[in-house]
């Protein structure tokens, strides 16, 4: 059955992965992005070049902090029909609208809580409006902060972030229970794991790191190199987040390989694709930053029936191919702070 869904942050990286999944599955797809400068805009619209050569594909340039510009896509999307009861435009509203960026929530916080809070709050409050059956929030592993169980399960401490990004992503799944509890909204919280691959932010480290590396530029790593993440393939997170859309209640989901690699191991292993050897600087270690990220995803398995399927080695050839197909216009990007 074809149905409708609002993906905010559809020229994300994992916005514009999750439209497409959607796309590519005959429903309908109402995107909303604001292109904003968090990271270069170009890259961007790039992706959202490729959504609106699709069929079944609606864009807004729209704020979701802005509450009467978004709900002017409501209505717009209302005026033609409703689609999960009696008033409902949408199916689900998928919200993968955020300021993403752990250094970057540090220098400009505000901007972070407008998005990932008010902008939240906007969302919610016109689920709640419109009848929509199903909230899905895009969450992070930043806020299990330095909790020293691993790997992280969803019923860990998340009450000590140790970032403002980390907080704001932690104010938002407390306002989507309440929404949950209130007016029962069905609410799927996925708490994603350091996400790359093709065209990805250029802020991440794989990105950063296949850049620099094939330039034969320095590559910074802040500390000594040793901290581990949870590398997680952009489509295997697609997959999760389309797999979520079912009932579920109210649920917290991890989305993560559970393979946590070291940085420099990952530094080896793009420098043993390229053929290069990796120029290594070392800078001081950040105190927003842990020492492992690590998810435990049992329970992604046994709700959703998901786990991944891209190792790692395979996800950073298919990054390296689309750097290399796409390199002459890539290198004129803003890499932005890391």
């Given at each position: 059955m074809t149905m409708r869904y609002l993906v905010t942050g559809c020229a994300g990286f994992i916005g514009a992965h999750v439209s497409r999944r959607l796309l590519h599955d005959g429903h309908l797809v109402t995107g909303v992005d604001d292109l904003n400068d968090g990271y270069d805009p170009r890259l961007k619209q790039w992706r959202l070049d490729q959504l609106?050569?699709?069929?079944?594909?609606?864009?807004?340039r729209s704020d979701i902090a802005d509450p009467k510009a978004i709900e002017e896509v409501f209505a717009a999307d209302a005026g033609v029909g409703a689609i999960a009861g009696p008033r409902s435009p949408y199916?689900?509203?998928?919200?993968?609208a955020a300021r993403a960026g752990i250094r970057a929530s540090a220098e400009d916080p505000r901007s972070y809580y407008r998005t990932?809070?008010?902008?939240?709050?906007?969302?919610?409050?016109?689920?709640?409006?419109?009848?929509?059956?199903?909230?899905?929030?895009?969450?992070?592993?930043?806020?299990y902060g330095a909790a020293e169980q691993v790997p992280y399960r969803e019923d860990a401490d998340t009450n000590h972030p140790l970032s403002p990004y980390a907080a704001t992503k932690k104010a938002a799944e407390t306002l989507a229970y309440s929404y949950h509890h209130l007016y029962g909204i069905?609410?799927?919280?996925?708490?994603?794991?350091?996400?790359?691959?093709?065209?990805?932010r250029p802020d991440m480290s794989v990105f950063y790191f296949i850049r620099r590396i094939a330039e034969g530029e320095p590559v910074v790593v802040f500390g000594?190199?040793?901290?581990?993440?949870?590398?997680?393939?952009?489509?295997?997170?697609?997959?999760?987040?389309?797999?979520?859309?079912?009932?579920?209640?109210?649920e917290i989901i991890n989305l993560g390989d559970s393979h946590p690699v070291a940085l420099l191991e990952l530094i080896e292993e793009i420098s043993r694709q390229l053929g290069k050897a990796?120029?290594?600087?070392?800078?001081?270690?950040?105190p927003m930053e842990v020492a492992t990220t690590w998810a435990d995803i049992d329970k992604a398995r046994r709700l959703l029936g998901w786990s991944p399927q891209i190792a790692l080695d395979e996800g950073i050839r298919r990054s390296i191919a689309w750097y290399g197909e796409n390199r002459r216009w890539v290198l004129s990007l803003k890499m932005g702070a890391r």
């Open positions: 609106q050569s699709l069929p079944g594909f609606r864009f807004h199916a689900a509203v998928i919200n993968l990932n809070v008010d902008g939240v709050l906007a969302l919610l409050e016109l689920c709640r409006t419109y009848g929509v059956p199903k909230f899905l929030l895009a969450s992070s592993s930043s806020v069905d609410v799927a919280v996925l708490r994603y794991f350091t996400v790359y691959g093709p065209a990805g000594d190199g040793t901290q581990r993440r949870d590398f997680t393939y952009v489509d295997d997170v697609a997959a999760g987040t389309v797999a979520a859309l079912r009932p579920s209640g109210y990796a120029q290594i600087e070392r800078r001081a270690a950040n």
